[in-house]
């Protein structure tokens, strides 16, 4: 297991250096704890705030002896923030009780989901993939890749000379080849298992 | 029902890491995503899962496109 509180000090300090290596590990337990909220809130917002919280609140965190102080407290205010968006809307959100969930929290702050140091491997199979898509489907994939999460879909379209739809058939499509592209070497970008089977296989 | 070219869109719409700001500066959801039925709105999850993934492992960082808007929601 890793433990994210080793950029706790710098953290606390403000620097968004530490935040940035703190989210390359933590992003994927928190987005994997809000799962059993998939249907009834928007997680990707959702998990958007819980990080921005968690930087905010950083500085007031205290390591209480056990590892990923930070990611826990993070988890905690990822569900409570989910539970309360789901009961804002009027949705039923799923339940569990006191215990179930800090069981729950304490399992996923544990996991072991991979270094959050990039793989080589990985990246240069990726590439690979990549460089060999259709030109249209490339194009959306790199032009959202670009933006970043700070642009939205008509903005990206408008900015290829594409209509949205088009824009979206051709990033649906880039997606598929990509994955059924990864999956003939080996890797499985499933959402169980790792690139490490994949980077084994590469390995001489 | 949403015909299925529809639905698609709107799923890999709400699978992008692009969301709308609040007034109070806060994240909001996507329209899109309300727009989805409760099958959509998991298939967007499960591709947005993916893509941070493959985000993920093709940057330098190890950052995805949802940790690059966070961090430059930081910055203003």
């Known amino acids: 297991m890793i433990d994210l509180d080793l950029h706790l000090p710098a953290l606390a300090a ?22 059993p909220f998939a249907a009834t809130v928007d997680v990707e917002a959702v998990l958007q705030e819980t990080l921005l919280r968690a930087w905010q609140l950083a500085p007031k965190v205290r390591p209480d002896g056990r590892p990923n102080s930070l990611l826990r407290f993070a988890l905690r205010a990822g569900h409570n923030l989910a539970v309360s968006e789901a009961r804002r809307a009027r949705r039923v959100a799923p339940t569990l009780d006191g215990e179930a969930l800090e069981r729950r929290l304490e399992a996923l702050a544990a996991l072991r989901h991979g270094s959050p140091e990039p793989d080589p491997l990985l990246r240069r199979l990726i590439e690979r993939c990549r460089a060999a898509l259709p030109q249209k489907p490339r194009l959306a994939l790199e032009a959202r890749l670009e933006a970043a999460g700070g642009e939205p879909d008509p903005a990206i379209a408008a900015r290829l000379g594409q209509r949205l739809n088009t824009f979206l058939q051709n990033f649906t499509r880039a997606r598929r080849l990509l994955a059924e592209c990864l999956a003939r070497q080996g890797v499985e970008l499933g959402l169980t298992t790792g690139a490490a089977g994949a980077a084994e296989q590469e390995t001489p | ?29 996507l329209p899109a995503w309300h727009d989805l039925d409760e099958g959509g709105r998991v298939e967007a999850y499960d591709a947005a899962c993916l893509a941070r993934r493959l985000e993920a492992a093709l940057d330098s960082e190890g950052l995805s496109t949802t940790a690059r808007a966070v961090l430059a929601r930081l910055q203003g």
């Open chain 1, 14 to 35: 403000g620097d968004r250096q530490a935040f940035a290596a703190w989210l390359a590990g933590a992003e994927r337990p928190l987005r994997d704890g809000l799962r």
């Open chain 2, 1 to 29: 029902m949403t015909d299925p070219r529809t639905r698609d869109a709107l799923m890999e719409q709400a699978a992008g890491a692009w969301r709308p700001r609040r007034r109070d500066g806060g994240v909001s959801s």
